[in-house]
C-alpha cells in the first residue's frame, strides 16, 4: 500500500507520490515569533515533524519550506512594550523556539525563511496582483478583492458567493461568517515599524507571506502545504486566491492539517491562557522525548487532551520500548533464528508501515509496535526466540524510531557519558572479582546518583539511564 493522505481540497483520503523527480515540494506555515511557542503549537510542528520523516523513509526527497513570521500586530506590541526593536525582539523568539525545536527533536526545513527577508518579493506580487485587477487601495493599505477570485472558498468549502462586496477587513484572522477582503499591505500607523516601498509606506499582512516564500523557493505548484485547522480559513483560503490568481496554476495538490491539542475540550491557546509551554513541561522534570511521544501518539487529524496523566503514560511506553531493546542488546538467546518470530517481525513491519501510509495512523503504528514487544517478551521468556531473531527484531525498532525518535534518551547537561559508566562497570567487575565487595558496592551507588541504574544478570551486567 502507498502512503494516502486526507485531503482538506477534494475531502478525501488520496494516494501521495510527488509530481516531480520524486522529491516532495512542501510548504507548512511556521510559528509567530512573538513569545515561546506552546505545546499545542508544537503538535502541530511534531506532526510536520513526523510527515517528513515518513515522506522520507518511503523513499522520497524532501524540499520544504517553512515561514517564521516575524512581522505582525502582536510582535509589534510586544516589541514596543519591551523597548526592542522588531528585529531584536523576534531574534530571542526565534531563538527559543529552535531551541525548543532541537529538544523535540523536530528536523529543520530545507529553507526557514523570516517573511522580513522577503519584503521586496511581496511588494512585487502585490503589485502584480494590482496589474491583474485583483486589488484595490483605501488610506493606504492595499486590499485583495475576494470578489476577483471565482475558486474563493474550496478549501474551507463555503459558498462565500453570497458575500458582501467590498466589506474589508484589517486583522489577520477572522470567522467565516466574515469573507472578508483582506490587507495584502497595511499602512503604517503612528509608531509602527514600516518599510518604504513602490507600493507606498508600510508592511506585509501575514497571508501574503506564504504565498510569495513558497512559490519563490518551491515553484507554482506544491505536493504538499500543511498546518493546524486553525489555518484553514482565512489564512490558507487566503494564501490560494493570492497564488492562484497570480500563477493561474493550482497552488497545492495536497492540503493537510492537524488538529488541535486541547486542555479539558479546549484548544490550547495563549488568549484563553490553558497553555504550557515546553520550557513549562521540562521544568516539572519531564524529558523533551516523553512530550514528543504523547503529541505523536495520537493520529494528526483527532484532537488530543493534554494531561499530566497522558505524559506520564508517554513516559511507561518509552521505557517499554528502551527495555525491549536493551534485552536485545544484551540477553543472550539460543543459537538461530526461530519461524514463527521470523513470520512475526515481518508482520509487525507491514502492520507498522501500513499504519504510517494510512494518513499516518500513528495509533495504529505504535500498537503494531507494542503487540509485537508483548509477543517477543513471551517468546524469549519460552526460550522460543532466537539469536537469529535479533537483528530483524532491532530492525524494526529502527525503522520504528527512524520516525517516532524517541529511544535514545536526552543527555542531561553534565550526564556520563556511555564510555564513562562502562568504565566504571568494569571497575566494579574487577573489584568483585577481587573479593573487595565494599568498593564494588561503592562504584554502584555513585553510578546511581548519576541516573544509572545496573542490574547483573546471567549475560552480565546491563545498565539504564533513569
Ligand atoms: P502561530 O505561532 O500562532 O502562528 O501558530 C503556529 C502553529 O500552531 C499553527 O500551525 C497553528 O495552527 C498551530 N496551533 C496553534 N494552537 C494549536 C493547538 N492548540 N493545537 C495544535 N496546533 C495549534
Ligand atoms: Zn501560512
Redesign the pocket.
Known sequence: MAVQFYNTLSQQAEEFSPARDNTVRMY???????DF?????????T?VDLLRKWLRASGFHLDHVMNI?DVDDKIIRNAAAHRKTLEEYTAIYTRAFLEDCDKLRLERPEHLVPATSHINDMVEAIERLGAADHTYKSDGSVYFRISSFAGYGKLSHNDFSGNIAGARVDVDSYDKADARDFALWKAPKEGERFWDTPIGPGRPGWHIECSVMAIKYLGETLDIH??????IFPHHENEIAQSESLTGKPFARFWL???????EGQ????SLGN?FTLRDVLDRGYKPETVRYLLASVPYRK??NFTFDGLKSAETAIERLRNFKLRLESDRFPEGATEAVTRRTAQACRAFTDGMNADLNTAEALGAIFEYIRDANSAMDSGGFGAGDVPGALELLALFDRVFAVIEPTAATGQVSDEEVEARIAERTAAKKARDFARADDVRKQLLDQGIILEDTKAGVRWKRK
Open positions: 507548512t506555515c511556521g510559528p509567530t515569533v512573538y511557542a506552546h505545546i499545542g503549537n508544537f503538535r502541530t510542528f506532526f513570521t500543511a498546518g493546524g485547522v486553525d489555518l492539517h492537524a488538529e488541535f491539542l486541547l486542555v484548544k490550547m491557546s495563549k497553555y484532537s488530543l
